[in-house]
């Protein structure tokens, strides 16, 4: 059961105790895994501390990583990298858009907001890989986490859902290129799940109920099904797979 254990796995997007990055955490801190953090605010550093300290949990390190930054990223990764030395896995749960933009015409977006969403949502993605790949020297795994309005249209997710289809593509892109380092690159698709980023989202709430109704399962999924999900990526269990996008969502969107 110790999956990873000796494995080094940088988690970022850790925001409170509802992040979809705080379920990854409990399911790779059981696996074994030395965990370490990337935060963007003094506010979720101290949440997360809080959060470490009540689950009896030990970060290896925590670090600050603004996305849109590049000097933050090579900062962060440089600082890893000199208590580590070598990763061997990444988690990016890291998205924005102006809530402006999650409601309405998708055809209003402005530019400013559209390029927004592209910037912090997906080419963060492919700016972290660069700079994860220099420490995963011995092969790696880098997991995202998308949804489904990346597919289909989904109504109000707007500029977030192209956005997503830009994460996705981006992880078939990326898994071509550091597959020859043994590294993947895989994505999962959550079905809604109320979190800080989930309340920008109008109609959040019927999402929810749409899939209690329709999916498969006849229920929604959380944070720690997610985890597990993401803990089968960063494992040798799925040495085989790479560039794919596994949905987690009950079976939600197999149906027409
Ligand atoms: O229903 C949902 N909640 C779903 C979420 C369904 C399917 C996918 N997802 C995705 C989101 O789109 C996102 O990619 O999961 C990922 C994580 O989202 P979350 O857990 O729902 O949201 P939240 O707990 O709000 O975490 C988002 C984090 C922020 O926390 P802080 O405290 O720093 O605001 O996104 C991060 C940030 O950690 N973030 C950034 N991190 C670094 N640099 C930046 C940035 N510029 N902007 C946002």
Not at 119 to 145: C, P, R, Y
Request: charged share 25%; with cysteine; aromatic share 6%.
């Amino acid at each position: 059961t110790e999956l990873l254990k000796g494995k080094n796995i940088v988690v970022m997007g850790v925001a409170n105790e509802r992040s979809i990055a705080w379920g990854v955490t409990k399911s790779l801190h059981n696996a074994g895994a030395n965990l370490i953090f990337t935060n963007r605010q003094e506010r979720s550093h101290k949440k997360l501390i809080k959060l470490l300290d009540d689950n009896q949990i030990e970060a290896r390190q925590i670090v600050s990583c603004d996305v849109s930054d590049d000097a933050s990223i090579n900062t962060a990764f440089n600082e890893i990298k000199e208590e580590v030395g070598v990763i061997h896995g990444l988690v990016h749960a890291i998205a924005f858009a102006n809530r402006e933009d999650l409601k309405g015409e998708f055809s209003d977006t402005s530019r400013d907001g559209f390029l927004l969403a592209q910037n912090i949502s997906a080419f963060s993605l492919v700016a972290v890989t660069k700079a994860a790949k220099e420490l995963m020297t011995e092969g790696g795994s880098i997991v995202t986490q998308t949804y489904l309005g990346a597919e289909r249209v989904i109504p109000n997710y707007n500029v977030m859902g192209v956005a997503k289809a830009s994460l996705e593509a981006s992880v078939r892109y990326l898994a071509e290129d550091v597959g020859k380092h043994g590294i993947r690159v895989n994505a999962i698709s959550a079905g809604p799940i109320r979190t800080l980023a989930a309340k920008g989202v109008s109609g959040f709430n019927e999402k929810l109920g749409m899939v209690e109704e329709k999916a498969p399962l006849r229920r929604n999924v959380d944070q720690d099904q997610v985890g597990d999900a993401t803990l089968f990526f960063l494992s040798d269990l799925s040495r085989g797979v790479t560039g794919e996008v596994l949905h987690v969502d009950s079976g939600y969107h197999i149906i027409g």
